[in-house]
T-cell receptor, first 110, second 115 residues
């Protein structure tokens, strides 16, 4: 089976940097994805890591350590519109399906 | 591209009634996923199809749930009979199997309320 752990809530100040951690346990691992979901909206893809290291996409970066079964999403220069839930998700080897964590609700305050 | 299309967007029904949710994936995508999202259980995969063939339905909660994909541009998720505990947001997502970094494209969801 697969299980993921991430904090349920995080609060950060506009303009600051926030890191959302994700640890996972899985019987087979292919990659770690991150999705963003605004209230009332649909999840949207942010990033994907299959190899160890940091992937950067604009203000967002994602990191993976396969040996530690750990990853994080880093959001820089926080904006009010970044207030949303962020989900990590793992995909297993040979499988196209994703198993999602319970999500981290990020609140950006002025 | 119109993105993934789901209908209806909202559905309110009474316990015992049949509910049918519909999904049109992005044109050219050959993998389709049905998810259910609740506060308690989060985002759960119910079933997914590759090239219109069901690959894994182990997430379907019970026999009251069924899903079909008669062609590459249409899928349904049916609940019969519905129960109050089925109340949730149901998302459909699609992707191209030959695509990049495991990105799934989600539809807007159907918010189901069973009274």
């Amino acid at each position: 089976g697969q299980s993921l752990e991430q904090p349920s809530e995080v609060t950060a100040v506009e303009g600051a940097i926030v890191q959302i951690n994700c640890t996972y346990q899985t019987s087979g691992f292919y990659g770690l994805s991150w999705y963003q979901q605004h209230d009332g909206g649909a999840p949207t893809f942010l990033s994907y890591n299959a190899l160890d290291g940091l992937e950067e996409t604009g203000r967002f970066s994602s990191f993976l350590s396969r040996s530690d079964s750990y990853g994080y999403l880093l959001l820089q220069e926080l904006q009010m519109k970044d207030s949303a839930s962020y989900f990590c998700a793992v995909s297993g080897a040979g499988s196209y399906q994703l198993t999602f964590g319970k999500g981290t609700k990020l609140s950006v305050i002025p | 591209d119109a993105g993934v299309i789901q209908s209806p967007r909202h559905e309110v029904t009474e316990m015992g009634q049949e509910v049918t949710l519909r999904c049109k994936p992005i044109s050219g995508h050959n993998s389709l996923f049905w998810y259910r999202q609740t506060m308690m259980r989060g985002l759960e995969l119910l079933i997914y199809f590759n090239n219109n063939v069901p690959i894994d339905d182990s997430g379907m909660p019970e026999d009251r749930f069924s899903a079909k994909m008669p062609n590459a541009s249409f899928s349904t998720l049916k609940i019969q009979p519905s129960e109050p505990r089925d109340s949730a947001v149901y998302f459909c997502a699609s992707r191209n199997l030959a695509g990049g970094p495991n990105e799934q494209f989600f539809g807007p969801g159907t918010r189901l309320t069973v009274l």
